[in-house]
């Protein structure tokens, strides 16, 4: 089933307007432009411009927590449904890729420990800054230096928490801020919630073969 139909499944569309008008009135928008009219508008046809924008990034990040392109194509289409409901609650404060990004890994980390029937453990900590400066940091060029083979497998082998921060600051080029406003977290916490990753990340990586 396409998205479009499954959207209809639930969604009154409007009959009088097409693909065509939608690609001339809005595809000079941003993204953050786009949502803004989307929000106002709900109009499904007008959010099928933000799916044919980012359905490629949302299927590679949900293939990532997939068995298979199938599972990958369900969550993706899953994730857009939430995401139709859930748009208003983008406030700007990110770039809205980024945003999505973010959206999309909780999605999949809430389905796979909903399938595990496990809840996820908040291992957010509160510190101070100072506590944060007294501790040594790994250089982020030890993880540009890793193979690309066994940088994948040690992403596999740490928690889906760690994965989605480490991708986020590092694939996605997500800065501190932009994780402050996305985790609800003070900066320090962040900051603090990134070093263990790398940490962990690098440990794994390191005892591979």
């Not at 969604?11 to 693909?19: E, G, H, Y």
């Not at 392109?69 to 980024?98: N, Y």
């Not at 595990?116 to 982020?140: H, W």
Request: proline fraction near 1%; glycine fraction near 2%.
């Amino acid at each position: 089933m396409t998205f479009l139909k499954k959207l209809f499944l639930i969604l009154i569309s409007n009959p009088d307007k097409t693909f065509l008008e939608a690609e001339d009135l809005y595809a000079h928008l941003s993204d953050e432009e786009l949502v803004e009219q989307i929000v106002a508008s709900n109009d499904p046809l007008l959010f099928e411009k933000l799916y044919d924008r980012y359905a490629k990034m949302v299927y590679n990040k949900c293939y990532g927590f997939a068995k298979s392109d199938d599972e990958a194509q369900d969550l993706t289409q899953d994730v857009f449904l939430q995401l139709f409901i859930k748009l208003r609650t983008f406030k700007g404060k990110s770039k809205f890729s980024t945003w999505l990004y973010s959206f999309t890994y909780n999605f999949c980390v809430n389905y796979i420990n909903r399938n595990k029937q496990r809840k996820i453990q908040d291992q957010s900590v509160q510190v101070e800054e100072t506590e944060y400066k007294l501790t040594e940091d790994v250089p982020d060029e030890s993880l540009y230096e890793m193979k690309a083979d066994r940088l994948k497998k040690a992403l596999e082998m740490i928690s889906v928490e760690d994965k989605s921060l480490l991708l986020l600051k590092y694939q996605d080029g997500a800065s501190i801020k932009d994780l402050v406003n996305l985790m609800d977290l003070g900066e320090s916490a962040v900051k603090m919630r990134l070093k263990r990753a790398k940490e962990r990340l690098l440990e794994i990586y390191n005892t591979q073969e």
